[in-house]
């Protein structure tokens, strides 16, 4: 049993799976630090409150905090935008660059006798050796 549970700890994909939750973490810390510390404060400049948190509405005597959603929203939505702009478009490009990632596939369109899917430059079908029209 310790020889199966040692095979499964030390399998690549826990491993892997530690290792990036590890520095998922230290990314988390980093990007909300970001947004915490420098673009949360550029907001509040410009709309003029820093925070939404103490926006409510009242029905019969209930008090809805509304406000901590709208936070909560915006967090979210600044560090989407954050994590696309400054940490996936530019690692992307780079990794094509470096010849990581294989370049994109070429757009595709359906055989018009057999409806299996082929490149748009395709003049005859791979599948079913239909000869294309050109258009």
Request: net charge neutral.
């Amino acid at each position: 049993m310790w020889k199966d549970f040692k095979q499964f700890v030390l399998r690549g994909n826990v491993t892997d799976l530690a290792i990036a939750v590890i520095i998922g973490a230290a990314f988390t810390a980093v990007v909300s630090a970001l947004v915490e510390d420098l673009i949360t404060p550029l907001i509040a400049a410009i709309v003029g409150k820093p925070t939404f948190s103490q926006l409510t509405f009242t029905v019969h005597h209930s008090i809805f905090h509304y406000g901590s959603f709208v936070n909560a929203v915006v967090t979210f939505v600044i560090v989407a935008l954050v994590v696309f702009f400054f940490v996936l478009k530019p690692l992307t490009a780079l990794m094509h660059r470096m010849g990581v990632l294989p370049p994109e596939e070429p757009p595709r369109k359906p055989c018009p006798e057999c409806t299996t899917e082929i490149p748009e430059a395709a003049r005859r079908c791979p599948q079913c050796t239909a000869v294309l029209v050109s258009t």
